[in-house]
């Protein structure tokens, strides 16, 4: 079993910057951590995801170059550290863990957190 608490959401204005932070227990060994997001009326997707065991990041083309997802070694949060937001990014961020092959494809996480919302206003 694996646990995840996200914190770390809230309102920012456009080319502002937030990190959310996913506090990950439980046994997450070989598995992917990610995040995906959710807006009102629209499918979730992928943001970005790190390789617990390895490290290896993958990203959605819609946010490289702006979001960075890292893991400190001697602590077990997740860090999404996203800058230059922009409105189409508010929605809420949910923390994920899973072990399947694709760490872009979310029916194969898991275990989810409870979601933080993020609000970029124009």
């Known amino acids: 079993q694996v646990q995840l608490v996200e914190s770390g959401g809230g309102l920012v204005q456009a080319g502002g910057s937030l990190r959310l932070s996913c506090a990950v227990s439980?046994?997450?060994?070989?598995?992917?951590v990610g995040w995906f997001r959710q807006a009102p009326g629209k499918e979730r997707e992928f943001v970005a995801a790190i390789y617990w065991s390895g490290g290896s990041t993958y990203y959605s083309d819609f946010v490289k170059g702006r979001f960075t997802i890292s893991r400190d070694n001697a602590k077990n949060p997740v860090y999404l550290q996203m800058n230059s937001l922009k409105p189409e990014d508010t929605a809420v961020y949910y923390c994920?863990?899973?072990?399947?092959?694709?760490?872009?494809?979310?029916?194969?996480?898991?275990?989810w957190g409870q979601g933080t919302q993020v609000t970029v206003s124009s």
């Open positions: 994920a863990a899973g072990g399947g092959l694709n760490p872009r494809y979310f029916p194969d996480y898991h275990y």
């Open positions: 439980g046994r997450a060994f070989g598995l992917y």
